[in-house]
């Protein structure tokens, strides 16, 4: 069914299109038509399917990161995002043998929860569902709650035959995309999902963050693990009340919370995670991380970021990745061309240009030769009309070159933007916080805290982002009306 359906969507996209001139009007309306047909498709075997699928479409809709409509089109992601807050879910009998292997249960779920179980109760219905588990509020024999995260029963069965599936809809996009290679994007998912399918990693990568996070507490918090109620397919922790949805200002407001001290709290956090402590979160969407409320001394409501789900990490000690895009991203930040040529090329060899704008549109201005439309693009928070699908493609092939999982900090940083654009976080004050952390972080190896800034630095970083703010707030309006008016290309 699933070959069935990609093979009609195919024939759809040739149909589309077919005695259209490409960038017409009539052609950009018939493809649009096509991607939200596809969308749709791809939401029906997603549901239908569940397990890895709806994993695949979790991964798909997060593909974005900082490359706008042109990495993936934006039907796609819309239809796919709701499988990031809240995917199918089993009844609780149905994943039952999964639980028995890290206690006795007696004859539940047919009758009582034994005696011997540590649990006094455990909820039919799940609280949260993902694409590779579903988790159950429970009370412990204590009165504490706890959520117990369930691996659903069939995926290490079904992994071998999925992966068949999608090796092969790979095979045939590589046909169609002129010996275009997607094949790694498969690999990569493989490699990285057998990963997250070990609960028992998955809490020892929660106990890691927490040491990493412990100086920030109380406006850090990581729920403990409770190793004796949990195995390789059994998480239980510590139950978290009051979360807030983290891409919700809304309802952040409504709690009595600032959405924009809310995105920097977020922004620092992961900025520190990738730059500090060479540690990159690879899924913090909205269904992984949250918002609650908490006083501070004074009594006022402040927000705390809870961090849930820890399955997958990079590790950007490979190649010293971590100390070198501290300094890429302080070389952006200061137009400093030698330092961002010589990393760009360690990090995507030959397309090491596309770099700057894949981690800000604002990095444009740091380039050679920008053109007006660049700048422009610049100002509003997008690649330049310039940047093709095709070297975004090429990009990200070349950038598996450049070790420890480049692609993977990428993939994590367009997630967290998204957050940050959903708060209206301002792209100037993500990419000084950024900063802030790269100069902490352009260290021989992973500090236990970030140090304070020293005053020099402070001096410096505040000159470079007044003076990049006004390059792109004076220099947008002048490209625009040399664009419009005298159809320049370039400044004068």
Not at 6 to 15: A, H, I, L, M, R
Not at 171 to 190: L, P, R
Not at 430 to 448: I, K
Not at 459 to 464: G, Q
Request: proline letters at 5%.
């Amino acid at each position: 069914l699933t070959m069935s359906e990609f093979n009609e969507q195919k024939q759809d996209y040739v149909k589309s299109v077919e005695g259209l001139e490409e960038g017409s009007q009539a052609y950009a309306e018939a493809l649009e038509a096509c991607h939200r047909r596809g969308a749709e498709r791809c939401r029906k075997v997603a549901e239908m399917h569940r397990g890895l699928y709806v994993k695949a479409a979790q991964f798909i809709a997060s593909l974005r990161g900082g490359t706008g409509d042109r990495g993936v089109p934006r039907a796609y992601i819309e239809a796919l995002s709701a499988f990031t807050d809240h995917a199918p879910h089993k009844p609780l009998r149905d994943v039952a043998p999964v639980l028995r292997e890290c206690a006795d249960f007696g004859a539940w779920p047919d009758g009582p929860l034994g005696d011997a179980c540590p649990l006094a109760d455990i909820e039919g219905e799940p609280i949260a569902s993902a694409s590779l588990a579903q988790v159950h509020r429970a009370t412990l024999r204590d009165g504490r709650r706890v959520a117990v995260k369930i691996q659903y029963p069939e995926l290490q069965k079904e992994m071998a035959s999925d992966f068949m599936v999608f090796k092969q809809m790979g095979a045939q996009i590589q046909s169609m995309a002129q010996g275009y290679d997607v094949m790694w994007i498969v690999e990569d998912f493989e490699k990285y999902l057998t990963r997250e399918l070990d609960f028992a990693l998955e809490g020892a990568n929660g106990e890691e963050t927490g040491r990493c996070l412990a100086h920030l507490a109380p406006a850090v918090f990581v729920p403990r693990v409770l190793k004796d109620l949990s195995s390789s397919r059994v998480l239980t922790m510590e139950f978290c009340e009051g979360l807030l949805k983290v891409n919700d200002p809304a309802g952040l407001q409504k709690a009595g919370l600032d959405p924009l001290e809310c995105a920097d709290l977020i922004c620092a956090t992961f900025a520190e995670m990738a730059f500090v402590h060479g540690r990159v979160h690879a899924d913090p969407h909205a269904g992984n991380i949250y918002l609650r409320v908490r006083e501070d001394d004074l009594g006022r409501k402040r927000p705390q970021l809870v961090i849930l789900d820890h399955g997958l990490y990079h590790d950007l000690s490979e190649n010293d990745v971590r100390r070198y895009f501290c300094k890429f991203w302080q070389a952006c930040c200061s137009k400093d061309h030698a330092a961002m040529d010589e990393i760009g090329q360690r990090f995507a060899g030959a397309l090491h240009r596309f770099l700057p704008m894949i981690l800000s549109p604002w990095f444009v201005m740091s380039g050679r030769g920008a053109s007006l439309e660049d700048l422009r693009a610049a100002a509003q928070g997008r690649l330049p009309d310039s940047v093709g699908l095709r070297d975004v493609a090429d990009f990200v092939v070349a950038t598996r070159s450049g070790g420890a999982n480049l692609i993977g900090l990428l993939h994590s940083l367009g997630y967290v933007r998204g957050l940050l654009e959903a708060l209206g976080y301002p792209e100037r004050r993500r990419v000084q916080c950024m900063l802030r952390y790269a100069v902490l972080g352009d260290a021989a190896g992973p500090a236990a805290a970030p140090r304070p800034l020293r005053c020099g630095e402070r001096l410096w970083m505040s000159w470079r982002m007044n003076l990049f703010h006004c390059q792109v707030c004076l220099t947008a309006p002048v490209a625009g009306f040399l664009i419009r008016y005298t159809g320049a290309s370039q400044m004068p």
